[in-house]
């Protein structure tokens, strides 16, 4: 079946520095990926979803300068945190669509724990 | 806008018997997919299972079926003979049918607890 591998699956940084995490679509083309945010015990809420070629569509409340998105080719997405705080520490998830399969449903990367000291 | 609400925070279960999650959802759309993800502690999602709004007949994986009512706008989640390996928070989801970047929409989760 499709796999997402995400990368790092853990990170911790100091305060003011940039993360940079990974998403590969190991054994499919992923036009699109999603990036979520989660909370402990809470649902995923969606950061933005981004577009191989193009810009990323943030959702409300999402600060596109502080979480930079790159999708530069069609097996790979990144989410650069920028200049982190610590509020920013959550645990971070991609997922993206096997177009080419028919289970319409999403496969998710192992998600990246952040925590800014 | 769609949204997705599950009304139970927590359940358990004892090991070997059934449960069932609760999960509607409002949308103006006729065609669209549901979903339940499972999220172990490990934090992996992992789809238990899908039901396309057009099918009338309700989804079922194994040990995993749901009961889709469409006009009342319900999509539960049963499941039999509950394992230790089920103890998980479980997400109920909705996806607007086609486009490839159509997002999904998640419910806030239910964490299921199952007893030995």
């Known amino acids: 079946g499709a796999v997402v591998s995400q990368h790092p699956s853990r990170v911790i940084c100091k305060s003011g520095t940039s993360v940079k995490i990974e998403c590969r679509s190991l054994?499919?083309?992923?036009?699109?990926m999603f990036w979520y945010r989660q909370f402990p015990k809470k649902s995923l809420m969606l950061m933005a979803t981004s577009n191989e070629g193009s810009k990323a569509t943030y959702e409300q409340g999402v600060e596109k300068d502080k979480f930079l998105i790159n999708h530069a080719s069609l097996t790979l997405s990144t989410l650069t945190v920028t200049s982190a705080h610590p509020e920013d520490s959550s645990f971070y998830i991609c997922s993206a669509r096997d177009l080419a399969g028919f289970s319409e449903g999403y496969t998710f990367g192992s998600g990246t724990r952040l925590t800014v000291v | 806008a769609q949204t997705v609400t599950q009304s139970q925070p927590e359940m358990s279960v004892q090991e070997a018997e059934t449960v069932t999650l609760s999960c509607t959802y409002d949308?103006?759309?006729?065609?669209?997919?549901l979903f339940w993800y499972k999220q172990p502690p490990s934090r992996q999602m992992i789809l238990v299972i899908r039901?396309?709004?057009?099918?009338?007949q309700n989804a079922t994986e194994n040990r995993f079926s749901v009961n889709f009512q469409k006009a009342a706008k319900s999509f539960s989640l049963k499941i039999s003979d509950s394992q230790l390996g089920d103890a998980a928070m479980y997400f109920c989801a909705y996806r607007t049918y086609g486009g490839a970047t159509n997002k999904l929409i998640f419910g806030t989760g239910t964490l299921l607890a199952v007893q030995p």
């Open positions: 054994d499919f083309q992923a036009t699109t």
């Open positions: 039901q396309e709004a057009y099918k009338q």
């Open positions: 949308t103006s759309e006729s065609d669209y997919y």
